[in-house]
């Protein structure tokens, strides 16, 4: 297990970050998308503990907070020392029937951080995200809120989830004004089966220096193996009951294609194979694997020892590459002699 400084902070994480959506269940999509109760959950934080992984990722929302209270239990019960683990939650979404229990606003972030802390039974969590992008809520008022519980110590870094660049981009510009504590993490869908990321966010990741988590890395269990053209998943199976997150499914068919090449070729699974290339993006800090049993939890885990070489990667590349779009081909072609002209100086330079 690899250890990578998350975003600008002085912090290391485990490439791997334990997902807990998983824990719970309840009604509608948590149920469809993991039901595991507080034995079989202690035992997959147990079993990720062991592997390395230092890094646990939960949410208010997962499971009607049921996500949290479990792993607050399991980390007790697990007597796992506070300074092994570094513990993030989120807020955003809705938590109760009243207009105000949901949203960025500064009435609902702080009683969200509460509400969090006593469920996971913790006096802070290490990272704290806003879930979502709210459009009722001044950028400028949810900066100040998370400063609030920054400066009170309730949290010790910020970071934001499912924002689009520029509204992360303008968060980071009031924070510096206001100098209030920033925005050191983004976590993001990404997949070889959905690169999207690519066209905006993670310039902008690379330009501010912040650290990036991704979620789904198998795009909901659609890279997992168990789908292609002639098979369509057991019944019951993530994609059959809760088919998100959309993604072209002939690209991701093509892809699918050539990772069964390499998984064959190395004795290893799919999943590996999709998982051990985000591992080898430099891009990304850690990768949130959820999982419903050990089994699955293993295999996820065997992925940080799947070396790609510079030709399956470049292949990996091609096959899921998005199409040209506006204005990234044409600062590709603007910038081309700009970039050689770079790329020599450098070489000079190391030279």
């Known amino acids: 297990m690899r250890y990578n400084q998350l975003g600008r902070t002085g912090v290391f994480v485990s490439e791997l970050c334990l997902g807990t959506m998983t824990f719970g269940g309840g009604e509608g999509i948590w149920r469809q998308i993991g039901d595991l109760q ?41 007597k796992v020392p506070r300074d092994k683990v570094v513990i993030a ?18 009435y609902h972030i702080l009683d969200g951080i509460k509400a969090s802390l006593k469920r996971l039974q913790l006096d802070h969590v290490d990272l704290y995200q806003i879930h979502g992008f709210d459009p009722a809520t001044p950028i400028e008022e949810t900066v100040r809120a998370l400063d609030t519980l920054v400066q009170h110590g309730h949290v010790r870094y910020v970071g934001v989830s499912n924002w689009a660049a520029w509204q992360i981009a303008k968060a980071l510009g009031i924070a510096e ?4 504590a920033r ?18 966010l993670v310039p902008m ?3 501010e ?12 269990g659609f890279l997992s193996g168990k789908y292609g053209r002639e098979q369509q998943g057991e019944a019951g199976s993530r994609r059959t009951t809760f088919d998100f997150p959309p993604i072209d499914r002939e690209r991701a068919y093509d892809c699918i294609d050539v990772m069964r090449e390499m998984a064959a070729a190395k004795t290893v699974s799919v999943a590996q194979i999709a998982l051990a290339w985000l591992l080898h993006q430099r891009v990304v800090s850690t990768v949130i694997v959820g999982a419903k049993k050990i089994e699955q ?28 779009e506006y204005p990234g081909w044409m600062l590709e072609r603007q910038g081309e002699q700009r970039r050689q002209q770079l790329a020599e100086v450098r070489h000079v330079v190391q030279r």
């Open 183 to 200: 925005f050191e993490t983004l976590q993001a869908y990404y997949s070889l089966a959905g690169r999207d990321l690519e066209r905006e």
């Open 209 to 220: 220096g912040l650290g990036l988590m991704v979620w789904s890395p198998l795009a909901g």
């Open 89 to 106: 939650t989120k807020v955003f979404g809705q938590t109760g029937e009243f207009a105000n229990a949901r949203g960025a606003s500064r």
């Open 177 to 180: 004004r206001l100098g209030a």
């Open 38 to 78: 507080q034995e079989d959950a202690e035992r997959l934080v147990g079993r990720a503990l062991d592997a390395g992984i230092n890094f646990i990722d939960t949410a208010d929302v997962y499971a009607g907070g049921l996500s949290e209270l479990i792993t607050g239990n399991a980390l007790k019960n697990l």
């Open 205 to 207: 990741l690379q330009s």
């Open 297 to 324: 939890l293993d295999d996820n885990i065997a992925a940080t020892n799947v070396a790609l070489s510079a030709d399956e990667l470049a292949k990996l590349a091609e096959v899921s590459a998005l199409p040209a």
